[in-house]
């Protein structure tokens, strides 16, 4: 069912090619415009038939469009938004990034009210970059959240979410502040631990004996720590207030469980397993 003549694809990594080979695979859109910078990404793009129209600057690719997505970083995202409030501000277009206050912010500030954007953030992904692992069942069961602008066109929210739906997936919709800080604690700030803790083996002395002794246990809580780094110290960066807080509450947390530890308190310990087991099994 196709419900957009055409839809722009700016950024065509793992999310963009994603959402490009969903929209081609139910045929959402009449056409689907591929615009990145880089060349070799962009015959990826035609070759696995992610898009049909490749294009080649960012004012061409708004023009031909009626709806966008930008799926690139944080910053070519907001300086792209920019772009579309100077030369095409009723566009209707959302962003796939990670943090949304900042985004919505420059929407807000930049753009006429009723204006035609919502941000996106499918909760949805991998550590994994590139539009060679594209899927484009990736959002199918999948939690979308979306957060809209004060001064947003409720049409457009309404289409969005009509858009994400189209691709399986269930929306949420949510002030991009408490977006930013909930995410801090459910992904942002687990990737600084992930980090870590993949940091710590390498004062271990005999790295022969230290891969020995790591199980799937040790492989599925640092999973992440295989995430690109310009992506990941991009978010650190945008939400640090954020993150900043679920770190020193963390570390407080740390120390109440030292001392459970150095007291051996067995009991102690147990009761706060299981709280956070049950805690788990309820996600």
Known sequence: MKIFQSIGIAGIG?????IALAVKERRLAERVYGFTRS???????LRVGAIDVPVESFSKFIEECVRVMLCARRGPNIERA??????????????????????????ENSFPPGHNFCGSHPMAGSEKRGIEFSDPSLFSGKTVIITPARNSNSHAIETIKKFWQNLDAKVVEMEASIHDEICAYTSHFPHVIAFLLIEMLDNLADRQQVKECIGPGFKDTTRIAASDQEIWSEIFISNCENIIGASRRFKKNLERIEDLIEKKDMESLKTWIEKAKKLRMEI
């Open 14 to 18: 793992l999310l963009g090619g994603s």
């Open 39 to 45: 060349s070799s990404t962009i015959e990826k793009a």
């Open 82 to 107: 920019g772009v579309i409030s100077k030369t095409k501000p009723h566009l209707l277009f959302t962003d796939v990034g990670s943090t949304k206050k900042m985004i919505v912010e420059t929407v």
